[in-house]
């Protein structure tokens, strides 16, 4: 597999002038709730199109093993799958909705100090081509911009189906 580091997430956040060390703190505790990052209040699902919502969290543990599986990613036990769901940093996933099936997911898995990992961004096989995988990855960046200090160190590895889509990254 391939390792791609070096996302740099510093600077002001989203843009902004520089803000003085309280209020900077703040803004980055809003920005990672709006997000769905730690335990903000929820949010309201992003619309991709007539078809797909992105809603920010984890999909349901049955959803998440599934698209594991049907993705070609490494199966995971119940157990494993419920530590995944609960010890990462940031998730969302994809809903089809004229059916309401999860169709896409993606994760941050980190110390929200410095190091964040990207990991198990899939799309279901029928699903593919719809520009649902760059949405993940799109959003999880945005959230590690938002939510993480400047200098953020941010990795992923590869399979070589991935590869395309996190080498446009």
Request: proline letters at 7%; glycine letters at 18%; hydrophobic letters at 40%.
């Given at each position: 597999?391939r390792?791609?580091h070096?996302?740099?997430?510093?600077?002001?956040p989203?843009?902004?002038?520089?803000l003085?060390?309280?209020?900077?703190?703040v803004?980055?505790?809003?920005?990672?709730?709006?997000?769905g990052?730690?335990?903000?209040p929820?949010?309201p699902a992003?619309?991709?199109?007539?078809?797909y919502?992105?809603?920010?969290?984890?999909?349901s543990?049955e959803?998440?093993l599934?698209?594991?599986?049907?993705t070609?990613?490494?199966?995971?036990?119940?157990?494993?799958?419920?530590g995944?769901?609960?010890?990462s940093?940031?998730?969302?996933?994809?809903?089809h909705?004229?059916?309401?099936?999860?169709v896409a997911?993606?994760?941050?898995?980190?110390d929200?100090?410095?190091?964040?990992?990207v990991?198990?961004?899939?799309t279901?096989?029928d699903?593919?081509?719809?520009?649902?995988?760059?949405?993940?990855?799109?959003?999880?960046?945005?959230?590690?911009?938002?939510g993480a200090?400047?200098?953020?160190y941010v990795?992923?590895v590869?399979d070589?189906?991935?590869?395309?889509?996190?080498e446009r990254a």
């Open positions: 597999p390792v791609l070096g996302l740099r997430g510093g600077g002001p989203l843009g902004k002038a520089q003085p060390a309280g209020a900077a703190r803004r980055r505790t809003r920005a990672r709730a709006a997000l990052v730690g335990r903000g929820a949010v992003v619309t991709l199109g007539d078809d919502e992105l809603v920010a969290g984890p999909p543990l959803d998440y599934r698209l594991r599986r049907s070609g990613l490494t199966p995971r036990t119940e157990a494993q799958g419920q995944a769901l609960a010890g940093w940031l998730f969302c996933h994809v809903r909705r004229p059916t309401g099936d999860t997911m993606g994760r941050v898995i980190g929200g100090g410095w190091y964040f990992h990991a198990d961004v899939a279901a096989t699903h593919q081509r719809q520009g649902l995988g760059r949405s993940v990855l799109d959003w999880l960046l945005e959230g590690i911009r938002a200090p400047g200098g953020a990795n992923l590869a070589p189906a991935g590869r395309p889509l996190y």
